[in-house]
């Protein structure tokens, strides 16, 4: 999909993997061939992890620090691993209904 690394953005010691080199699988079918992204073998089991890899790497390398994001999932968990493996700051909001069903 894309011919970029996603986490090229990040200063090379503060990549902990590479989000979306992930397996792909091909299924033939009787309707046609059909292509498998393996997302689950992301660092946090997440498809989110290779956006969030990438646009923090690309404001990482602008100077920034300190991130925020509104989620209770998937997006937050991968800015977590990304920002903690960059030793970057990062403030998480969310809806307090939501969190509590998220965690438990």
């Not at 059909?34 to 646009?55: C, M, V, W």
């Not at 998937?74 to 998220?102: P, S």
Request: glycine fraction near 8%.
């Amino acid at each position: 999909m894309w011919n970029r690394d996603p986490v090229s953005d990040l200063p090379v010691e503060y990549r902990y993997t590479s989000p979306g080199d992930t397996t792909l699988t091909v299924l033939e079918t009787n309707e046609g061939t059909i292509h498998l992204k393996n997302e689950h073998e992301n660092p946090t089991g997440s498809f989110k992890d290779r956006s969030l890899a990438y646009q923090i790497g690309f404001h990482i390398r602008s100077g920034q620090e300190r991130f925020v994001i509104s989620s209770s999932g998937n997006a937050a968990i991968a800015a977590a691993a990304v920002c903690t493996a960059a030793g970057a700051e990062l403030d998480i909001f969310c809806v307090r209904d939501n969190c509590g069903a998220q965690n438990g």
